[in-house]
């Protein structure tokens, strides 16, 4: 069984850098094709995706977020991390992790969600 | 970048079919995918690669694509369907996400 949980401040100042975990289980990013994606959901509006990572040296972003964006991993703790920096109050918004299916592109597994509000 | 139109919201009355539709260029060249979305939840996927089903998701829930509409079809619509749905594709041509805009799928 495939869960995921995201972690991270819930109250971020504009201008400051927003780090979010994604713990997973039930798979291994070892296994070809298999991602972790970021994607976010700002109150009311929709989803948008924000970065994929696949291993250390490959990764894809949102071409509108990409020079604020960093994915990373932490293999020994089966966690994916976000970094986004100089938020500003447009990035408050619920962020999801959510597992990749290899080769369909489709997310069939999401964490449960983690608010983000920024604001000074 | 790739852009998908859904129509903001739809009706049905229970019992009736629902479709969603879901507008891009060509779209019927890629693979769509639906999520269901209810208040205060995570999406969850109901519909990949146009047409199937995952597992747990009842035969109601059907789904096509051609040319520039895929749709989400919801036979026999019952009170519990109520959501939002969002179609999304895996632009292969540059490796990117796109969600469509979500519509509000109502039962009266």
């Known amino acids: 069984q495939i869960t995921l949980k995201e972690s991270g401040p819930t109250l971020v100042k504009p201008t400051q850098t927003l780090t979010l975990t994604c713990t997973f289980s039930?798979?291994?990013?070892?296994?070809?094709?298999?991602?972790v994606a970021w994607i976010r959901q700002p109150p009311g509006k929709a989803l948008e995706w924000l970065a994929l990572?696949?291993?250390?040296?490959?990764?894809r972003y949102s071409p509108s977020l990409k020079s604020r964006l960093a994915i990373t991993r932490d293999t020994s703790n089966n966690q994916v991390v976000l970094t986004m920096t100089n938020v500003d109050p447009v990035d408050t918004a619920t962020y999801y992790c959510?597992?990749?299916?290899?080769?369909?592109?489709?997310?069939?597994?999401w964490g449960q969600g983690t608010m983000v509000t920024v604001s000074s | 970048s790739y852009v998908l139109a859904q129509p903001p919201s739809e009706s049905v009355a229970p019992g009736q079919t629902a479709r969603i539709t879901c507008g891009g260029d060509?779209?019927?060249?890629?693979?769509v995918h639906w999520y269901q979305q209810k208040p205060g939840q995570a999406p969850a996927l109901v519909m990949y690669?146009?047409?199937d089903r995952p597992a747990g998701i009842p035969e109601r829930f059907s789904g096509s694509n051609s040319g520039d509409t895929a749709a989400l079809t919801i036979s026999r619509v019952e009170a519990g369907d109520e959501a939002d749905y969002y179609c999304?594709?895996?632009?292969?041509?540059?490796?990117?996400?796109?969600f469509g805009g979500g519509t509000k799928l109502t039962v009266l």
């Open positions: 999304q594709v895996w632009d292969t041509d540059t490796d990117h996400w796109v």
């Open positions: 690669y146009d047409s």
């Open positions: 990572f696949y291993r250390d040296d490959d990764k």
């Open positions: 959510a597992h990749c299916l290899p080769r369909v592109g489709a997310f069939d597994a």
């Open positions: 060509n779209v019927g060249s890629k693979s």
């Open positions: 039930g798979f291994s990013l070892s296994n070809s094709g298999v991602g």
